[in-house]
């Protein structure tokens, strides 16, 4: 996975009826800065509305600094990057307009858009900041590929579920509409009052109400073997994966504690930087775009030890602190694993040091 191209960008601003071209090609009333070069751009931002480019220079920038140098070092990047022409116009005369004319109309209001995207990884995809004036009013996802689309569409689903059905003292974003823009799918939640967005740390987050999210949905009447997951998991690490995979795959279906695991769910990016605070002081948590129903008991603390603790090195994790028995870890681990090698494929990361370390790693854990 490498950067994404213009066109890929035009799509995605544009739709699929507009154009996107460099400013100097178009006059239009839609333009953008690239940041940080608009040859592989991080964040595209409209250049009409300040504080979307303060924002995300402070986005940007955070992970390095303090998030009080951090604010500092945006406001004056912010205020030179709105001296300077834009790289790229955006129009579209078809009846869907552009993204921003179609977030307007969802939303009854003009907004201006901040749009981010990831570095390389499984789950990349456009995520947009709407702006009315300096108020960021809506925060929205774009799933413009098969592998996004239904995690977008999936992630709209669970927060409608949970809107009805919360968990006790946590606060997740609401959801304001789910539909499509183009052939993208679009979710538009309203944005999560937060201290910052940067997370919490591995040792803060929230285990009691990883519990109770994973307690409350555990199928005491179904085996691994029989779920939707389970049965997808072939399918899901593609034919020449699978095929390389075998005698792993095997090691895992002949092991006679996988009938044992318990099933429930996971949140499926069980992380520190999907978890905060409110400025009321409440817990939130957001990313609920790979949540399913029907996997193992334990998979989001594996995430977590992989991830974001140290797995991958070799460290070791005390399941049975979350009711596992010790005689369940080895499948646990590997079928964990084999989900992340599924991943892997479709996003279509194969080829990248990491997926060379799950490999590795899954190896260890079944050898």
């Not at 154009?19 to 100097?24: A, E, I, N, P, V």
């Not at 995207?117 to 995809?125: A, D, E, F, I, L």
């Not at 799933?143 to 996004?148: A, E, K």
């Not at 279509?348 to 790693?361: E, G, I, N, S």
Request: hydrophobic share 40%.
């Amino acid at each position: 996975m490498g950067a994404v191209d213009q066109r890929w960008w035009r799509h995605v601003l544009a739709g699929p009826d507009g154009t996107l071209q460099s400013s100097d090609a178009v006059a239009s009333k839609e333009q953008y800065s690239a940041l940080p070069r608009p040859g592989d751009p991080r964040v595209v931002v409209d250049l009409d509305c300040s504080q979307a480019m303060t924002d995300a220079i402070e986005r940007m920038v955070s992970s390095r600094t303090s998030n009080a140098a951090a604010r500092r070092a945006a406001s004056g990047v912010s205020l030179l990057a709105g001296r300077r022409k834009a790289d790229w116009s955006v129009t579209s005369n078809a009846e869907l307009g552009t993204l921003r004319q179609h977030l307007s109309a969802v939303l009854d209001r003009d907004v201006r858009l901040s749009v981010s995207v990831g570095p390389p990884r499984p789950n990349r995809k456009p995520v947009v900041r709407c702006y009315a004036g300096d108020e960021m009013v809506a925060v929205a996802k774009l799933g413009p590929d098969d592998h996004t689309h239904q995690m977008v569409q999936n992630e709209a689903y669970w927060l409608d579920h949970l809107m009805d059905h919360p968990l006790d003292g946590v606060v997740t974003p609401g959801l304001l509409h789910s539909g499509s823009f183009g052939s993208s799918a679009l979710l538009v939640m309203e944005p999560l009052d937060l201290v910052d967005d940067l997370g919490v740390t591995v040792a803060n987050m929230p285990m009691s109400t990883l519990e109770e999210f994973v307690s409350s949905r555990v199928d005491a009447t179904s085996r691994v073997r029989e779920t939707a997951w389970f049965g997808d998991l072939a399918t899901r690490l593609g034919e020449n994966q699978h095929g390389e995979l075998r005698s792993l795959v095997d090691a895992i279906e002949q092991d006679p504690f996988v009938d044992a695991l318990e099933v429930s769910a996971w949140h499926g990016d069980w992380s520190p930087w999907n978890t905060g605070r409110t400025t009321d002081g409440r817990l939130a948590i957001w990313d609920w775009e790979r949540t399913t129903l029907g996997v193992p008991t334990g998979f989001d603390l594996l995430h977590l030890h992989y991830q974001y603790g140290s797995g991958l090195d070799g460290a070791t994790l005390d399941l049975a602190s979350f009711g596992i028995p010790t005689a369940h870890h080895r499948s646990l681990h590997g079928l964990y694993l084999l989900e992340l090698c599924a991943r892997h494929a479709e996003a279509q990361a194969l080829d990248t040091p990491r997926h060379d370390a799950v490999l590795q790693r899954l190896t260890m854990v079944l050898s």
